[in-house]
């Protein structure tokens, strides 16, 4: 083995396992650091999955941790989604109106991150505002899967996803607010959780958010739940957050999984979405494993057919979608115009301009009901399967923010990730687990398990026993 591929091997191991190699001696920091380094540089080109890159600044902090730093994590390479800030790096959230604006502050979870050891090695890319499940910005050009360069490798959070998939960090900070996490690490064949929400505080720029929960892009189970150990928990000033875990998620991860009772559906959200053959079956394979297991499995239908959850999701995104830019222009000291944004985004904000306070408010109090509704169904059963996404990661430009029809393409763009968005809705936790592979093309085939409020620990139980029956961590993209 050559001393480039053993390097690039290295990145493929699990963090736990990188952070208890730099605390025993094995390998310093320095060369952890120095080989994701490397790899961005080798690989990075193919894919376009870094908005900026640290090198000299994370190689000189990693000079600073020895094998007896405390920290659990010291000296293990990470990649920070480029919509959370960083102090004195450039916050884009790929968009022109942002310009080179530089954060003033660490974002928590980068200040988490941060105490944890992890070194931070660069941002990632990902759609203008992460509006799209699809990851090629104007301002950057598209992002590419690992496993097929000409796909996408998902949205919002694709360039994280990227950097993983590909082994140029062996984890990366990831969001979601209607699938974000979840679709990319469905699209390029990793493990990504959604937590509750309020689980992982918004500090220091809001006390809450309804839609969006942070998170991280994994190869297992295990470090999913080890790193939600490490963001979760309340900070002073959040106006909510989630109940505080009985015991730690890594714990809870670990144990033995009693027999529940499981719904499965290929039933989309959308009326009229046609689900990719593969998808289902992923779904009902699932299932009929859990089935094996010693779990109950039923086939359900949820309430969700309506066209209530995609209508009262949009009419809330949009609103949210907007206050972000507002706040952009008011560091910028200027109203954006239609050249500062892509068409999409444009389309998005003019419309949200044009509802008044009783219209949000009336929509808000709509998702309410529609979230009320949808856990009430979910009671019913300990967990919910579906597919992860209707069809394959699909090819660059199938979903274009500029073109000359942008809302069509927003449309479009639920077509492909219809399963994921209620549960940024109802906030409960849901999972993207790799547990296939297509047939025809090398693509990997995810699958969501939804589970109850608050209920992370059993849902990462349930994974992991997923995962012990059918491994996935072996399978490596083709780039």
């Given at each position: 083995m050559s001393e480039a591929t053993a390097a690039a091997d290295l990145l493929f191991r699990p963090v736990t396992e990188l952070a208890a190699s730099v605390h025993s001696g094995e390998i310093t920091a320095r060369e952890l650091v120095q080989a994701s380094l490397d790899r961005i540089d080798e690989v990075n080109p193919k894919l376009n999955a870094f908005v900026d890159v640290f090198g000299d600044e994370a190689l000189a902090e990693s000079d600073g941790i020895g094998p007896d730093d405390p920290r659990p994590f010291a000296g293990v390479p990470i990649a920070i989604k480029n919509n959370r800030a960083i102090e004195g790096k450039r916050l884009t959230f790929a968009s022109d109106f942002t310009g080179d604006f530089r954060a003033p502050f660490d974002h928590n979870v980068v200040q988490k991150l941060r105490a944890a050891g992890f070194v931070i090695v660069g941002t990632t890319t990902l759609p203008e505002w992460g509006i799209l499940p699809v990851s090629q910005a104007r301002r950057?050009?598209?992002?590419?899967?690992?496993?097929?360069?000409?796909?996408?490798?998902?949205?919002?959070?694709?360039?994280?996803?990227?950097?993983?998939?590909?082994?140029?960090?062996?984890?990366?900070?990831?969001?979601?607010g209607g699938g974000s996490t979840r679709i990319p690490a469905a699209c390029c064949g990793?493990?990504?959780?959604?937590?509750?929400?309020?689980?992982?505080?918004?500090?220091?720029?809001?006390?809450?958010?309804?839609?969006?929960?942070?998170?991280?892009?994994?190869?297992?189970?295990?470090?999913?739940?080890?790193?939600?150990?490490?963001?979760?928990?309340?900070?002073?000033?959040?106006?909510?957050?989630?109940?505080?875990?009985?015991?730690?998620?890594?714990?809870?991860?670990?144990?033995?999984?009693?027999?529940?009772?499981?719904?499965?559906t290929t039933l989309p959200p959308i009326p009229d979405v046609d689900i990719d053959p593969t998808c289902a079956k992923a779904a009902h394979d699932a299932a009929a494993l859990l089935e094996s297991l010693g779990h109950e499995v039923v086939e359900a239908d949820p309430p969700w057919q309506d066209g209530s959850l995609l209508k009262t999701f949009t009419a809330n995104f949009g609103p949210a979608l907007s206050t972000q830019i507002e706040f952009i222009a008011l560091v910028n000291g200027r109203e954006p115009t239609a050249d500062d944004m892509e068409p999409l985004s444009w389309a998005i904000y003019q419309l949200s301009k044009g509802i008044d306070s009783v219209q949000a408010s009336l929509a808000t109090f709509q998702l309410h009901a529609v979230a009320r509704a949808l856990i009430t169904w979910i009671s019913d059963y300990d967990f919910v399967i579906t597919p992860a996404l209707a069809e394959a990661p699909v090819k660059h430009d199938t979903i274009n923010p500029c073109s000359e029809m942008p809302m069509a393409d927003f449309t479009r763009s639920g077509h492909f990730t219809p399963f994921t968005a209620g549960m940024n809705i109802t906030g409960s936790p849901a999972i993207s687990l790799p547990l296939y592979q297509r047939d025809d093309v090398d693509l990997p085939v995810g699958v969501q398990v939804i589970g109850q409020p608050a209920g992370e620990g059993d849902l990462l139980a349930l994974a992991a026993q997923l995962e012990d029956a059918l491994p996935w961590h072996g399978r490596r993209a083709a780039i």
């Open positions: 950057f050009g598209p992002t590419n899967n690992p496993w097929d360069v000409s796909r996408t490798p998902g949205g919002s959070s694709g360039g994280s996803a990227a950097a993983v998939a590909s082994g140029m960090v062996p984890i990366a900070h990831a969001n979601d990793l493990v990504g959780l959604k937590p509750q929400r309020g689980r992982i505080s918004l500090a220091p720029e809001a006390g809450e958010a309804y839609l969006v929960q942070d998170g991280v892009l994994t190869r297992t189970v295990a470090e999913t739940a080890a790193l939600l150990d490490v963001l979760s928990g309340h900070v002073l000033g959040d106006a909510s957050w989630a109940p505080p875990p009985a015991e730690p998620f890594g714990a809870q991860a670990a144990r033995e999984v009693g027999r529940k009772r499981i719904a499965v």
